[in-house]
């Protein structure tokens, strides 16, 4: 039984979207609202870009495993195909398709194939490159092509853009999609052949423009594949300064998750000042679910570990966190602590999978996006409506901060507060990141284990809500995938917190910054018994206060109302 939000997703695609016959014959209904995204996109994504085989997939996830890093899905980047586009698995670079998709399922990671909208007359000579052009050769024969079939120069050879204003072809080409969608892939990266396609071309239904074949191509592809697989997705790009488009690639509405293009492996501005300079340009435009490839995708210089980790931490605080390309981009492949830093901002990302994906919601349901530019500031940014991130840009372990109205809260150290509208130099070790907590904010948390410091393993499968109370009230609502939404209201006041949780159908942990300990605790009007242990907390009804970290733990039964007193 699919979950209601996917259920809403697939509607708004049915409902909102629909064909208009105009001159091109073919133009979709699109806005500034970005889609619901599934829960998955939240995960860690891993990819490479310098073997391509099946073999090298597994080496790559097995690795990751094997260092203790959650893996949720996998980029499987071009060439994987007998031709480009032709979604017919070369079985010598991938043996068993099928298999390697169940497999990967039951691992529990989602599976990306690469794509774009052109079909090939002469390929990219290489190992495992294509060699034949008899899917060519049918969709000329048959008109399928726009321009007349004319072939135009691309990364990977010389081939002809499908038409997408011929149903006939549209027809044709989703039949071949469907050689992989039917196995149970999860959707496309989405390549950006669109840029290549001429000013004034033409197809089956008319005149058509550059940007318009662009979003018959990423819309027609988001539309189809979610009609086939409601829970899968598609990954254009939004922003890539290379190309400079100020209205982005794929619209908005049809952009269930997207990357930031081809940075290079350096702290130069075509490196990692660029990957950060676009995500805040795609936050700008209204993308929701944005990201880049971690270390960089290519170049001549290495990936360095201090660029690995700057990166990942990133990484790590955008909603896409996606690692892959050519070079090492595997933790691994450069040391131990590597490994440790790393895996902790993984599971620093998946403890806010909540928390991104209710900022998701709000993006869909008020077009406020995840990533929110401060530009009183270099490179810095809201993290939704809670967390504030200002990334390391140069190769150093210091940059200049100005932090937005309010009071904020160092997310490393809870005792330390900083007021808005100040400028200070923040300095961070290798194994932290200039983060702030706005005093007020309520961010729901999934915590697996010990590892990030906030929690241990039996609150994994619970939600952790984390509220950092300030004078007057805050509320929040919490959209987990396949359940009903949470308002969390809070409120401080005269020597006490207020608390209310509705629905409280949910097993949940509170916890409070609190710089002492309560007298009394009542939950719906019952005092609460303080335990003298944090792991007494398992049982639900309880409450501990830790002193040293100034947090309050309180274990919740689920109920339909709760109302939490908390008097100081």
């Known amino acids: 039984m699919p979950s209601m939000q996917i259920i809403i997703r697939y509607a708004v695609v049915i409902f909102t979207t629909f064909i208009l016959i105009t001159s091109t014959g073919f133009t979709l209904e699109k806005s500034k609202t970005p889609p619901v995204s599934p829960a998955w996109v939240f995960d860690h994504w891993v990819w490479e870009d310098d073997v391509n085989t099946e073999q090298a997939l597994w080496q790559l996830i097995d690795g990751y495993l094997a260092h ?173 300064i290379l190309f400079a488009l100020p209205k982005g690639f794929s619209p908005v509405s049809h952009t269930p998750a997207s990357w930031v293009g081809d940075e290079r492996h350096n702290w130069e501005p075509e490196g990692f000042p660029e990957a950060i300079r676009d995500v805040l340009d795609a936050g700008k435009l209204g993308y929701a679910v944005v990201g880049s490839d971690i270390g960089g995708y290519h170049g001549d210089d290495p990936i360095t570990k201090r660029l690995l980790l700057r990166w990942a931490q990133f990484g790590a605080f955008c909603p896409l966190m996606e690692n892959g390309g050519h070079g090492a981009h595997q933790p691994w492949l450069h040391d131990e602590e590597t490994v440790r830093i790393y895996r902790k901002f993984v599971k620093l990302h998946l403890e806010l999978k909540p928390y991104l994906y209710s900022m998701m919601m709000k993006a869909h349901n008020k077009r406020i996006p995840i990533v929110r530019p401060y530009n009183k500031g270099q490179f810095q940014y809201m993290f939704g409506d809670a967390l504030f991130v200002a990334p390391f840009y140069e190769d150093k372990d210091e940059r200049e901060v100005l932090l937005p109205d309010g009071v904020w809260i160092d997310y490393w150290d809870n005792k330390k507060n900083y007021e808005g509208g100040t400028k200070f130099i923040y300095n961070a070790s290798l194994d932290r990141y200039p983060v702030f907590i706005r ?42 995938e396949g359940k009903d939404s949470i308002d969390i209201k809070v409120n401080q006041n005269e020597g006490k917190i207020d608390i209310s949780i509705a629905p409280a159908n949910r097993d949940s942990v509170i916890r409070i910054l609190s710089p002492q300990s309560p007298k009394e605790i009542l939950v719906n009007g019952k005092k609460l018994e303080a335990v003298q242990k944090y792991e007494d907390i398992k049982e639900p009804g309880t409450a501990y206060y830790d002193e040293k970290d100034s947090r309050l733990w309180i274990r919740l039964l689920p109920d339909n109302i709760i109302e939490v007193e908390i008097k100081f």
């Open 68 to 240: 203790g890093i959650p893996v949720g899905a996998v980029i499987i980047d071009s060439p994987w195909a007998t031709e480009y586009n032709n979604f017919i698995f070369n079985k010598e670079l991938y043996p068993d398709p099928e298999g390697m998709i169940n497999r990967l399922h039951e691992k529990g990671i989602k599976a990306i194939l690469w794509m774009t909208s052109m079909i090939n007359i002469e390929s990219k000579t290489g190992e495992g490159e294509p060699t034949t052009n008899e899917t060519f050769q049918e969709g000329l024969q048959k008109g399928f092509f726009a321009n007349d079939g004319e072939t135009y120069k691309w990364w990977k050879g010389r081939g002809a853009f499908v038409d997408y204003t011929n149903p006939a072809a549209v027809q044709w080409w989703h039949g071949m999609m469907n050689r992989v969608l039917d196995l149970g892939f999860d959707g496309w990266k989405v390549d950006g052949t669109d840029a290549h396609f001429p000013a004034q071309g033409k197809g089956y239904g008319g005149t058509i423009s550059t940007q318009q074949y662009r979003e018959m191509y990423y819309m027609d592809t988001y539309e189809y594949t979610v009609s086939k697989n409601p829970s899968a997705i598609t990954l254009p790009r939004s922003v890539d």
């Open 439 to 480: 005093k007020g904010a309520v961010i729901p948390l999934y915590i697996a284990d010990e590892e990030t410091g906030h929690g241990a393993a039996f609150l994994k499968d619970k939600v952790t809500i984390d509220i950092y109370p300030a004078d007057g009230g805050n509320e929040f609502t919490l959209y987990e």
